[in-house]
């Protein structure tokens, strides 16, 4: 049996390809006292990853070129010689890419409660993506019945919960996605009141459709264009919570945001948020949402 | 003795120049049962009056071309047949720009407290300029003590106040003006700690040597290139209250504001404002700030 890794080949020039990784064959992990062995399950390909091929600071340190991709992986406890975790339990953490890593002393790795739900929510709606739908969509929305939330990257893993969220709450949910088959997974297994293809429609168009009243919170994850166009849409008062401007992570240069001075006439709040400041509330956001 | 009043003549593309208006004689104002006539003393002319120059909507009505231009005024009453204003008392309410104005039942007008300082000050410091600055620097920025706080316009009406309260909160404050003498103004009679030129100095330049502990409040009153470096400069969990983007006013294009994800990574939280909503709170304001 033999272990593998996946490392940054290059830094990616806008859009990443498979040239920007070599999957390459490691050396099998070794336990050492109070080590912990994990076997990889599901990995998590977030956004924000994207900003970490790059060189310089953002708000997670920078991937070097020949190091493994590391991001959120449950896996299953391989071997272990730390009186926290048994073998066979299922963990999750920041890991490498690699079929099998050792965490040692299992710092960082959080045991995941099996009674809770499926072992990879805690990747999802049980983990990071869920919590940071929760911050956005209601601690900073604020959604009230009757209101119109507008969802961008909606069948996203943060953007499809962010809707369910604020739906419950007792608002009118509105997703963008890319493609049909995305427009109908945020229709029919999200139960979104409405959802449109941004890549097949224009943008005001769309939203004067299915926003007639106006947009009272947008749920931001592409910023851009996208923006623009929740800004000119939006009412006096409201929300945007800013999740990270995914279409801005693959641009080479940045065509700014037009409009802002509605911003002013509107009175709009805009509020960029990061999920690490918020992780102390994620047992109270499980046992809340499980 | 006549009458002469301030029309608007054209609709300004870009900059307003003089061709914009027209001073022309016009009737001596007639005090039916109930009216008041005002003989104006301070107008006052500010920034928000250039939206109201443009065709279409803005937050305020717009002008027509002919019609009067209309701002904030202290007056003295000339005339009463009205029982809640007495001849040669002080007041101000938005009036036409002329000599005298009659004013239908008194509608609009607010008597002036002599005891609470000059009358001029009913349109200034004791006025909306005021409670903008203070439900801005104060109720959005929340400065703390130590805290960094810039202020561009820093020497308009609003900006001098903005940056004057964040001061006795305890924040070391910064401003910027266009021109050696606004800044001297700021500097000397207004109190703030640093002020720079922004026309003579690059922007990231004077920001880097005047808040080397990055801005934790940045009070917008011009948008565009300023904004887009406050973003640089900001530290993190910032507060932007966006009073109005003077530079977008006269602007035929909208360049857009760059940088607009560093809101994300730094946490930012972005509110405009317009003090129409916070009226209410003006006696309070006036009463503690007198």
Redesign the interface.
Known sequence: MTNTRILLARRPVGWVDESCFRIEPCPEPACGPEDVVVEAIWLSLDPYLRGRMNEGP??APGFAIGAPIVSRVVGRVRASRNARFAEGEFVWGFLDWALRTVVPRGEGLTRIDPTLGRPSLAISALGMPGLTAWIGAMALGRPRPGDTVYVSSAAGAVGQLAGQFARRAGARVVGSAGGPDKVAFVLERCGFDAAFDYKARDLDEALREHCPRGIDVYFDNV?GAT?EAALRHANVGARFP????IS?YNATS?????????????????????IY?HVHQLPAYQARVA
Chains 1, 2 share one sequence.
Request: aromatic content about 6%.
């Open positions: 953002s708000y910023g923006l800013l999740c990270g401007m801005a940045d065509p700014g945001v037009k409009g802002l001075q509605l911003m002013v006439s509107k009175r709009i709040a805009m509020t960029g948020f990061i400041d």
